[in-house]
T-cell receptor, first 113, second 116 residues
C-alpha cells in the first residue's frame, strides 16, 4: 500500500491564524482525501482533493474555511483558516492506493488556543 | 444517506479472551465494509474488509461476518493480546457512480482494552 507522510504531526495555534497541513505520497495516486477526527469521535470526510481542479467538499465544509491544493498526483495541502478552538481536531490525509483500499496518514493533531 | 452505528463504544477483555464489535448500516446499497485499527498517535490502518457477496472472512485471529438481510456486520478477534488494544472503526461504503470510488461512512469507534 501507499506510504503517506503528513506534516506537521501536531501544532498548537492561536485563534484567528491559519495552518497548512501537507500530505506527501510515495507513489502517484488518483484519489486523495482529507478527513477530520474530532476528539474521541469518528472520522468525517472534509473533501476530495482533485488534481488540477477545485476540491469537492462535503456538506458542512466550505472552501473558504478549508482551502485545498493538489498540484500533482503525489501531493496535497489542507489549510485550516481563521482558526477557532472548535477546529481543534486530528486532520488526516487518505489516498486510494493501487490495491483499491484506502490508506491513511498518521494525522496532524491541531490544538487551537 | 448512509448511517453507521457501532457498539460497544468501549470494551475491556482479559488477554486470551475473544472480542466482538458490531456495526449496523442503513443503506442497503452499501457493498463494501472495511475495519480499521487506530493506535494512539497514528492514523487508522486497514485490518480486514468484506464485500457484500461474502458472508464471512477470516485472517488469522481476526474475522468479519456480514448479514446483509439484517444490515449488520461484526469484527471478531480471538485470543486477544495486549497489542490488540486500540480504537477500532467500522465503515460502510458503496461505489460512487461519478468517480467509481468508494465513499466511506465510519462508525463511531470502539476503544478496546486487552488486560494482561
Amino acid at each position: 500500500s501507499a506510504v503517506i507522510s503528513q506534516k506537521p504531526s501536531r501544532d498548537i495555534c492561536q485563534r484567528g491564524t491559519s495552518l497548512t497541513i501537507q500530505c506527501q505520497v510515495d507513489s502517484q495516486v488518483t484519489m486523495m482525501f482529507w478527513y477530520r477526527q474530532q476528539p474521541g469521535q469518528s472520522l468525517t470526510l472534509i473533501a476530495t482533493a482533485n488534481q488540477g481542479s477545485e476540491a469537492t467538499y462535503e456538506s458542512g465544509f466550505v472552501i473558504d474555511k478549508f482551502p485545498i491544493s493538489r498540484p500533482n498526483l503525489t501531493f496535497s495541502t489542507l489549510t485550516v483558516s481563521n482558526m477557532s478552538p472548535e477546529d481543534s481536531s486530528i486532520y488526516l490525509c487518505s489516498v486510494l492506493d493501487r490495491t483499491g483500499g484506502y490508506t491513511f496518514g498518521s494525522g496532524t493533531r491541531l490544538t487551537v488556543v | 444517506g448512509e448511517n453507521v452505528e457501532q457498539h460497544p463504544s468501549t470494551l475491556s477483555v482479559q488477554e486470551g479472551d475473544s472480542a466482538v464489535i458490531k456495526c449496523t448500516y442503513s443503506d442497503s446499497a452499501s457493498n463494501y465494509f472495511p475495519w480499521y485499527k487506530q493506535e494512539l498517535g497514528k492514523g487508522p490502518q486497514l485490518i480486514i474488509d468484506i464485500r457484500s457477496n461474502v458472508g464471512e472472512k477470516k485472517d488469522q485471529r481476526i474475522a468479519v461476518t456480514l448479514n446483509k438481510t439484517a444490515k449488520h456486520f461484526s469484527l471478531h478477534i480471538t485470543e486477544t493480546q495486549p497489542e490488540d488494544s486500540a480504537v477500532y472503526f467500522c465503515a460502510a461504503s458503496k461505489a460512487e457512480r461519478a468517480s467509481g470510488t468508494y465513499k466511506y461512512i465510519f462508525g463511531t469507534g470502539t476503544r478496546l482494552k486487552v488486560l494482561a
